[in-house]
């Protein structure tokens, strides 16, 4: 989950401020970074909202473009 990371860091935000805005561990959100674990749907939408981009730029680090 590249785009996680790197939107976190540019909106210069720690991962225990996000962690505790969206009600999980710092522990958890340090996993779906570093992709040792994955988030369930439901954490996705929750952070895709939190920050204000799409779930495929959460995942990809990039927005979904039309072909």
């Known amino acids: 989950m590249t ?40 954490t996705l939408v929750a952070m895709s909202n939190y920050f204000n981009v799409s779930i495929n730029y959460l995942i990809t680090g990039k927005e979904f473009q039309k072909r």
Request: glycine share 4%; charged share 40%.
């Open 3 to 42: 785009g996680l990371k790197e939107i976190r860091k540019k909106k210069k935000l720690n991962q225990q401020k996000v962690a505790y805005d969206l009600n999980i561990s710092r522990e958890a959100l340090s996993y779906y970074e570093n992709g040792k674990r994955e988030p369930s749907l439901a």
